[in-house]
């Protein structure tokens, strides 16, 4: 017996009528299963490896944008801050380059006056004059002149002496002039008055001084307050000057003896009990916050370091704790800096227990934000789809179905958009927005709307194109028929035929969608700080040092933008071949 005959013997058996067996009925055990279109569309699509690869990827990638900061023990936005040190400015020193002057008791010179002492010390001119009053000035050591005020006695001219109008002149002036003239001496002292000789074209002017200023660059400090008076005043400086210039080791005033001593660069004065009265130098040191007083060993002990070429010393604080301060040169001037104790931002933190990901460059959880980041990359996906497919569904659709001058002038419509470059209108608007300032959370919106209504020409044309072909069919006819209007026509009964394959071109335009959002994330014209997106925590590897040595910064949003495109591929490859009447079943 054949096959074929077996089987039909075996048919004739069960469900004959007449047979050995029962008639199947459709409520037995042996029903046929009868399956509907949605359900024959979702056994093509689990029995797709890729697509149910697809779908999980996307699951995960929701369950991880959308659940994910639910149970995130941070918050997007939320900086993360610790105690370090710092190295800041504490002190700028700098050599003196600006001659500063100390008026003798009694005396006045003002600006017009020392104008006109410079003028005459760039000429190397020994009196210069202001008004009706003549001075002179002498060197008392390198960068130090004692300016002095000159009121003449008499000329001699020709070894005649005359004596000036209104002025009687003492007894043995001459005689002691000619004395001083003969030794080549620039002044003499007659009963205790100090005469100067000076020079007029021929004649030789004797007139007597009075001291009026002392102009130095060197910078005087007190080691106290209580020694600041004495300190600053005419008589201490020139006294300290004629020792430092006659290199003598002490100098008397007002009844008390200074010692005097050369280190350096600098000089230390000490009081007849040798405690440390005053320092000389020519480097000015001050501190960067007025608020901070500098002490006088911090100050010597800057300059001793700067005068000998060191870059680093410590230094004992009042609380004794010892500080290491850092000298850094810049052209002529010193910048002092200190380790300083402060509360600094943790940025670009490797992966920790309690920060998987690390933090940022703002201090910030990069999981946290890659979180945010997922929902703002796919809301955006998802709708710009949504608009592209409404729009594309209305002018498509109509254009399908009317067909003839209708069709044509909406066609042309869809070619004006397609001759839009698209990449240079959206970095137009995304500078737009930047320079209008536009809040971050309305800048989303604003991106979304515009690339939906950039994009929604091939939704436009794949409705248009495949109503054409389905406005012939016997349906379509019947409803005709049946005097449907026009709008439910469309919309349908036409439109829910092209679902299928407007759902697979979604799909498949998701993943492009969310590499667009991400390159203008990348490129700074799509969601701004503070706010995060994929794109936007990617662009920190536009720097090569960032890219080359924080790998959680960049590597994280790139793997999930790979895997979320490559999931909506996945997802569409698997619709579209489920949809596809030519798949075997």
Request: glycine share 10%.
């Given at each position: 017996?054949?096959?074929l005959?077996?089987?039909?013997?075996?048919?004739?058996e069960?469900?004959?009528?007449?047979?050995?067996?029962?008639e199947?009925?459709l409520?037995?055990t042996?029903?046929?299963?009868?399956?509907?279109?949605?359900?024959?569309?979702?056994k093509?699509?689990?029995?797709?490896?890729?697509?149910?690869v697809?779908?999980?990827?996307?699951l995960?990638m929701f369950i991880?944008?959308f659940?994910?900061?639910v149970?995130s023990?941070?918050?997007?936005?939320q900086?993360?801050?610790g105690?370090?040190?710092m190295?800041?400015?504490y002190?700028?020193a700098t050599?003196n380059?600006?001659l500063?002057?100390?008026?003798?008791?009694?005396?006045?010179?003002?600006?017009?006056a020392?104008?006109?002492?410079?003028?005459a010390l760039g000429?190397?001119q020994?009196?210069?004059?202001?008004?009706d009053?003549v001075?002179?000035?002498v060197?008392?050591?390198?960068?130090?002149?004692?300016?002095?005020?000159?009121d003449?006695?008499?000329?001699v001219?020709v070894g005649?002496?005359k004596?000036s109008?209104?002025?009687?002149a003492p007894?043995g002036?001459v005689?002691?002039?000619?004395?001083?003239?003969?030794?080549?001496e620039?002044?003499?002292?007659?009963?205790?008055v100090?005469?100067r000789i000076t020079?007029?074209g021929?004649?030789?002017?004797?007139?007597?001084e009075q001291?009026?200023a002392?102009?130095?660059?060197?910078?005087?400090?007190?080691?106290?307050?209580t020694?600041e008076s004495v300190?600053a005043?005419y008589?201490?400086?020139?006294a300290s000057a004629?020792?430092l210039?006659?290199?003598?080791e002490s100098f008397?005033?007002n009844g008390q003896?200074f010692?005097i001593h050369?280190d350096?660069?600098?000089?230390?004065?000490?009081?007849s009990?040798?405690?440390?009265y005053a320092?000389?130098s020519?480097i000015?040191v001050?501190p960067?916050?007025?608020?901070?007083?500098?002490?006088m060993d911090f100050k010597?002990?800057v300059?001793e370091?700067?005068?000998?070429g060191?870059?680093?010393?410590?230094?004992?604080?009042d609380n004794?704790e010892?500080v290491e301060?850092?000298i850094n040169?810049?052209?002529?001037?010193?910048?002092?800096?200190r380790e300083?104790?402060?509360?600094?931002i943790r940025?670009?933190e490797s992966?920790?227990?309690s920060h998987w990901?690390?933090?940022?460059s703002n201090?910030m959880?990069?999981?946290?934000?890659?979180?945010?980041?997922?929902q703002v990359?796919?809301?955006?996906?998802?709708v710009?789809?949504?608009?592209e497919v409404?729009?594309?569904?209305i002018?498509g659709?109509?254009?399908?179905?009317?067909?003839g001058?209708?069709?044509?002038a909406l066609?042309r419509?869809?070619?004006l958009?397609?001759?839009?470059p698209?990449l240079?209108?959206?970095?137009i608007?995304g500078?737009?927005m930047?320079?209008l300032?536009?809040d971050?959370m309305?800048r989303?919106f604003?991106?979304?709307i515009?690339?939906?209504l950039?994009?929604?020409?091939?939704?436009a044309?794949?409705?248009?194109?495949?109503?054409?072909?389905l406005r012939?069919?016997?349906?379509m006819?019947a409803t005709?028929a049946t005097?449907?209007?026009t709008?439910r026509?469309?919309?349908?009964?036409?439109v829910?035929?092209?679902?299928?394959i407007?759902i697979?071109q979604?799909?498949?335009?998701?993943g492009?969608?969310?590499?667009?959002?991400a390159?203008?994330?990348?490129?700074g014209?799509?969601v701004?700080?503070?706010?995060?997106?994929?794109?936007?925590i990617?662009?920190?590897?536009?720097e090569?040092?960032?890219?080359?040595n924080?790998w959680?910064?960049?590597i994280?949003?790139?793997?999930?933008?790979?895997?979320?495109?490559?999931?909506?591929?996945?997802?569409g490859?698997?619709l579209?071949?489920?949809y596809d009447?030519?798949?075997?079943?």
């Amino acid at each position: 017996m054949t096959d074929l005959e077996k089987m039909n013997q075996k048919f004739e058996e069960e469900v004959a009528p007449g047979g050995n067996g029962e008639e199947m009925k459709l409520d037995d055990t042996r029903r046929v299963k009868v399956l509907s279109p949605g359900m024959m569309v979702f056994k093509r699509f689990i029995r797709n490896d890729l697509a149910v690869v697809g779908f999980g990827i996307l699951l995960f990638m929701f369950i991880f944008a959308f659940l994910g900061p639910v149970f995130s023990p941070h918050e997007q936005t939320q900086v993360f801050k610790g105690i370090g040190s710092m190295t800041k400015d504490y002190a700028g020193a700098t050599y003196n380059t600006e001659l500063r002057y100390t008026i003798a008791e009694g005396q006045s010179f003002d600006s017009a006056a020392r104008a006109q002492f410079l003028l005459a010390l760039g000429k190397e001119q020994e009196t210069f004059t202001v008004g009706d009053k003549v001075f002179y000035y002498v060197s008392e050591g390198e960068g130090t002149y004692r300016i002095l005020k000159l009121d003449t006695v008499g000329t001699v001219l020709v070894g005649v002496f005359k004596t000036s109008p209104g002025v009687t002149a003492p007894d043995g002036l001459v005689e002691a002039y000619e004395a001083a003239a003969d030794n080549k001496e620039t002044s003499f002292t007659l009963d205790g008055v100090v005469y100067r000789i000076t020079k007029s074209g021929k004649a030789a002017q004797i007139s007597t001084e009075q001291d009026v200023a002392l102009a130095s660059l060197n910078v005087y400090d007190a080691y106290t307050q209580t020694n600041e008076s004495v300190v600053a005043s005419y008589d201490f400086r020139l006294a300290s000057a004629l020792a430092l210039k006659d290199e003598i080791e002490s100098f008397d005033l007002n009844g008390q003896t200074f010692s005097i001593h050369m280190d350096e660069g600098k000089a230390t004065v000490q009081d007849s009990s040798g405690a440390e009265y005053a320092e000389i130098s020519s480097i000015i040191v001050n501190p960067l916050d007025q608020s901070i007083f500098l002490s006088m060993d911090f100050k010597s002990q800057v300059r001793e370091a700067i005068d000998n070429g060191i870059q680093r010393f410590s230094f004992m604080e009042d609380n004794g704790e010892e500080v290491e301060y850092i000298i850094n040169r810049v052209n002529t001037t010193f910048n002092i800096k200190r380790e300083t104790p402060t509360e600094l931002i943790r940025a670009y933190e490797s992966p920790s227990a309690s920060h998987w990901l690390g933090l940022d460059s703002n201090g910030m959880d990069v999981m946290t934000r890659l979180m945010h980041g997922g929902q703002v990359s796919l809301l955006v996906g998802f709708v710009v789809i949504f608009i592209e497919v409404f729009i594309g569904i209305i002018v498509g659709g109509i254009s399908g179905y009317f067909g003839g001058g209708i069709d044509t002038a909406l066609m042309r419509f869809v070619d004006l958009f397609n001759s839009i470059p698209f990449l240079p209108m959206v970095l137009i608007f995304g500078s737009v927005m930047d320079t209008l300032e536009v809040d971050p959370m309305a800048r989303i919106f604003l991106l979304m709307i515009v690339l939906g209504l950039l994009g929604w020409t091939g939704v436009a044309r794949v409705v248009r194109g495949q109503i054409l072909s389905l406005r012939e069919q016997d349906f379509m006819v019947a409803t005709e028929a049946t005097g449907i209007r026009t709008s439910r026509r469309i919309f349908k009964h036409l439109v829910p035929n092209v679902m299928p394959i407007l759902i697979v071109q979604a799909t498949a335009g998701l993943g492009g969608i969310i590499i667009t959002e991400a390159t203008l994330g990348f490129l700074g014209l799509g969601v701004k700080y503070p706010l995060a997106s994929w794109g936007s925590i990617i662009n920190a590897a536009s720097e090569a040092h960032v890219m080359t040595n924080y790998w959680f910064m960049w590597i994280p949003a790139g793997l999930l933008i790979l895997l979320t495109v490559l999931g909506f591929n996945f997802v569409g490859d698997g619709l579209r071949d489920a949809y596809d009447p030519k798949m075997k079943r």
